[in-house]
């Protein structure tokens, strides 16, 4: 599906072109010149250090030999890509999408001052570090340790869109935060991809930002590869399809060539692996299950598992059933005239809900068990008091749960429980 975001969330700067210091700002040139950050190590030291004390205009300085308009442009990168490694740590959850760099240039010797915002100011730090804190842990909680990285990797990816939802109205610098995404569960991509790199980095996995003039998603890197996940684009709320439990895998460890999409990003040329581009678990719009080292998926036919260690796709059972549902686009604007409309999808619309060491899936008007150690399903439910489909299905505090919906597409989803 063709995916639109509504709004600017990429990392914005706003960049000054270094200037011709006059005679008066020598005072100042002179003071600062103490702290010569030439070197990337030193960049990041001031503005940890400025971060740290909530500074909203950090200043750093450059001398260099002979200077041109080039090395201004290498010191505002050098800054610009310091600063996006700075957003993947999670002690800087607090620092807004705000980067603003101004400088000029006097005896060889440039400054630039680097203003930057933060979602609240340090005397209520603690507060927010609690809920974030919290946050973070209760979502790394549910990783196995002895997972393999791609299942860590797969499961942090369902785990945020499932808990998080893209914000389209009230965008603002503050929900293109970590915080946003996993605090308040409502941010823009810049927040989806800075959470994912967190959640990453809680369990152990090298990742980091990658952008374009307005979205920004991650590369992740797995068995020595590099692979792009865009989290953003593989929430159904992209796609105006309101199911709080639908994840999609489309952009799920793509390589550069995946993402032509996605027009000219940086950095580029790093995610060369094309092995999973045309995985069967690209379109479906079920979580993932999880059993032993394998990832279990859905691919609109049959349930499969991928065996993450033996890199061994195994079918499991057959999932052929095929039925439509609807929904209400939120957009009033359809085909020239605003008036509500009902869109549709016809396909297999079978959701995975693991439990332990159990499995639960659906067709239109069932639900189902199975055991990965045995191979053995079982019908656990039937529904026989209408024709009405299910559309999700998934566990919430150890209940499992079906959301139903007629074949007119017009009644409001009504949630039952299930005895699990």
Known sequence: MKKILSVLCALMMSLSPFTAAPSFFAADVSAAAASDTTGDQKIEKELRKGLTAFDKRIKLIRTVQNYDESKADEFYKDIQDTFAGLMTDKEFFYVEDSLTLSGWVLNNTMHVN?????????????SYKNKFDKALKNTVSGVDKKWTDLQKTAYLHDTLILNTSYLKDDASRYTATPYAALADGKALCVGYARAYSILLSEVGIKSMLVDTADHEWNLVKIGGSWYHVD?????????????????????????????????????????????????????????FAFYGNG?????????????????????????????????????????????????????????????????YYNKAHAVYRYDPKTGKIQTIYTNKESDDMITELYFRNGKLYASFMDRKGKEKTRTIKISA
């Not at 680097?114 to 603690?126: A, E, G, H």
């Not at 796609?239 to 999409?261: C, E, G, I, R, W």
């Not at 009902?342 to 995975?352: F, K, Q, T, V």
Request: charged share 20%; aromatic share 16%.
């Open 295 to 359: 990832i279990i998926y859905n691919d609109g036919s049959s349930v499969k598992v991928y065996n993450t260690s033996a890199k061994k796709t195994t079918k499991l059972f057959s999932v052929t059933d095929k039925w439509e549902i609807h929904w209400l686009d939120p957009s009033p604007y359809y085909e020239g005239v605003f008036d509500e409309h009902w869109l549709s999808i016809e396909g297999n619309h079978s959701y995975l809900a693991p439990l332990k060491d159990k499995i």
């Open 114 to 126: 680097v203003d930057v915002s933060y979602i609240t100011d340090k005397s209520y730090l603690n």
């Open 231 to 287: 989290c953003t684009y593989d929430d159904s709320y992209i796609d105006n399809v309101q199911n709080p439990y639908t994840v999609f895998h489309t952009y799920f460890l793509k390589s550069d060539t995946a993402m032509s999409d996605h027009g000219t990003f940086s950095p580029a040329g790093m995610a060369r692996s094309t092995t999973y581009d045309d995985f069967g678990w690209k379109d479906p719009i079920s979580p």
